[in-house]
């Protein structure tokens, strides 16, 4: 089956830097692709969506500023979080469908991207 | 309220027992549905959809009420490895986005 790939795994940096984390789907073309963020024991919630060539859609609540997307090509899209804090820690989830299999087709996840903030 | 309920559990049973799972939905104009499986620290992985018509698939069965709103998840035969948080998922269609329910914790034991 199709492949989302994410790295870093697991990332730990200091309060105020940046960090960018990517999610790749690996054998399928995926003109949108979704993160989502989970903190410990709640939900996964949908943070933006972000469509290859275009700027991202953006939940409420998620301020775009800080939350970077860039979906440069059909096969990868990239989440910055910029000047990180302590609160932003989370679990952070990317996930995309096979754009030939239409709205029906499977939506495959990406392994993930534990973010703490120190 | 919260647009996809769940109650949290978590839900203790031994193995070789049947559990079963409930969500219900709050946005009507919800058109597809699916339970994932999450295990600890890890992504969703889609366990199945959920039709109308209900749909089984080896030990899990899945049916939907939409009148109700409502969804369930049964599983039989509970295996060790079925230990796990089921996320009940509902998509909006148009907007294609996922909509997940807080997850329901099973715990199956020896």
């Known amino acids: 089956g199709a492949v989302v790939s994410q790295h870093p795994s697991w990332v730990i940096c200091k309060s105020g830097t940046s960090v960018k984390i990517e999610c790749r789907s690996l054998d399928f073309q995926a003109t949108t692709m979704f993160w989502y963020r989970q903190f410990p024991k709640q939900s996964l919630m949908l943070m933006a969506t972000s469509n290859e060539g275009s700027k991202a859609t953006y939940e409420q609540g998620v301020e775009k500023d800080k939350f970077l997307i860039n979906h440069a090509s059909l096969t990868l899209s990239t989440l910055t979080v910029t000047s990180a804090h302590p609160e932003d820690s989370s679990f952070y989830i990317c996930?995309?469908?096979?754009?030939?299999?239409?709205?029906?087709?499977?939506?495959?996840f990406g392994e993930g991207s534990r973010l703490t903030v120190l | 309220r919260k647009e996809v309920e769940q109650d949290p559990g978590p839900f203790n049973v031994p193995e070789g027992a049947t559990v079963a799972f409930n969500c219900t939905y709050s946005n009507s104009a919800s058109q597809s549905f699916f339970w994932y499986r999450q295990d600890c620290r890890k992504e969703p992985k889609l366990l199945m959809s959920v039709y109308s018509s209900g749909n089984e698939d080896g030990r899990f069965t899945a049916q939907l009420n939409r009148a109700s709103q409502y969804i369930s998840l049964l599983i039989r035969d509970s295996k060790l490895s079925d230990s796990a948080t089921y996320l009940c998922v509902a998509m909006n269609t148009g907007f294609q986005k996922l909509v997940f329910g807080t997850g329901t914790r099973l715990l199956v034991s020896p």
């Open positions: 996930s995309a469908r096979d754009w030939e299999t239409g709205l029906t087709g499977e939506l495959f």
